[in-house]
């Protein structure tokens, strides 16, 4: 079952909501512990704070599912776009990468990753455990939030595609975001079946 586009854009959550989010969550961490963050979307190819380490992760039980709406930053409200996020799938796995934050620059690293990834409460921020070539490990990770008016839900492949193909907004073309996503899985050894078939959708689709 899917959700129709929203009839506006969504509205930044305020400072004060931010930094309780942001607080909140960073209760769980044990202070001085390397704090590792799970990177399945733009974050792999365009992290917003200094790391560490970077490693190939994997996230039994969520899948990374184009299930957002996007009428601003990818699309518009004229010609909506769709964002992916993890979702819930009990027999599923998502794989991506696990970074490090730096600690020199952690204070400055977790407000970046809160302004960008918590802008409209679009996501749940989580601490869930990932599987890494090392052993399991627990990271902070941002899942969808079903209850946000840019859920989407399930959308077929092919009607995924074509909003995808035509889709614009502020910070370019909805098509680009995903190209650049799958180069970075490419790029660092990552598969993600689902996400490159419908890459060739869209690609079809813009040919049309």
């Known amino acids: ?31 001085g512990e390397p704090l ?34 996007t009428v601003h930053a990818r699309g ?5 776009g769709l964002f992916y996020g993890l979702d819930t799938e009990p027999d599923g796995f998502c794989d991506g990468a696990v970074y490090t934050l730096s600690q020199e620059s952690l204070d400055h ?19 869930l455990t990932l599987e890494t ?8 990770t941002f899942v969808v939030n079903r209850a946000h008016e840019q859920y989407a839900g399930a959308l077929d492949p092919e009607t995924a595609a074509d909003y995808i193909a035509k889709a614009w907004g502020k910070f370019g073309s909805c098509a680009e975001y995903y190209a650049a996503t799958v180069a970075a899985l490419r790029t660092q050894g990552l598969e993600d079946a689902d996400l490159f078939a419908l890459l060739r959708q869209v690609e079809q689709c813009s040919n049309r």
């Open 1 to 31: 079952m899917s959700n129709p586009p929203p009839t506006a854009p969504a509205k930044p959550i305020s400072d004060s909501r931010r930094i309780a989010s942001l607080n909140q969550t960073m209760a769980a961490h044990t202070a």
């Open 36 to 69: 590792w963050v799970f990177a399945y979307g733009s974050l792999l190819w365009d992290p917003c704070f200094q790391f560490d380490h970077r490693a190939p992760a994997r996230l039994p039980g969520w899948v990374r599912r184009t299930c957002l709406w």
């Open 76 to 80: 518009s409200l004229a010609q909506p």
């Open 109 to 127: 690293g977790l407000d970046q990753l809160w302004r960008r990834e918590m802008h409209a409460a679009v996501y749940v921020p989580r601490w």
């Open 133 to 140: 070539e090392q052993g399991q490990a627990r990271a902070l």
